[in-house]
């Protein structure tokens, strides 16, 4: 299962650290991701790194939100800084793990809430 944690409350500009780990019966990670759904609206991309580190950032928070992963911890982060209201949301975490009877899918993690506002 994914674990997902660092979320709570920010004054816009300020800056938070997500983390998500990755635990149980897992063989390999290929590509990971941050993903956030505000009130009344839709789950969307924030951003993605593949197993080498490629990344892939929403225009939204490029130059913003930093994705990496530690490949021997099965941990995730998102570094978050200049953050704005409109940044708030629940943040979830995914990973596309190939468990040990060689089975690949997508796991979420529970999510993690981020409230940005002074």
């Known amino acids: 299962q994914l674990q997902a944690s660092g979320g709570g409350l920010v004054q816009p500009g300020g800056c938070l650290r997500l983390?998500?780990?990755?635990?149980?019966?897992?063989?390999?990670?290929?590509?990971m991701g941050w993903y956030r759904q505000a009130p009344g609206k839709e789950r969307e991309l924030v951003a993605t790194?593949?197993?080498?580190?490629?990344?892939n950032y929403a225009d939204s928070v490029k130059g913003r939100f930093t994705i990496s992963r530690d490949n021997a911890k099965k941990m995730l982060y998102l570094q978050m800084s200049s953050l704005k209201p409109e940044d708030t949301a629940v943040y979830y975490c995914?990973?596309?793990?190939?468990?040990?009877?060689?089975?690949?899918?997508?796991?979420w993690g529970q999510g993690t809430l981020v409230t940005v506002s002074s």
């Open positions: 983390s998500c780990a990755a635990a149980g019966r897992i063989f390999s990670i290929n590509d």
């Open positions: 995914r990973a596309n793990v190939v468990d040990t009877t060689l089975y690949q899918r997508d796991w």
């Open positions: 790194i593949s197993h080498g580190g490629t990344t």
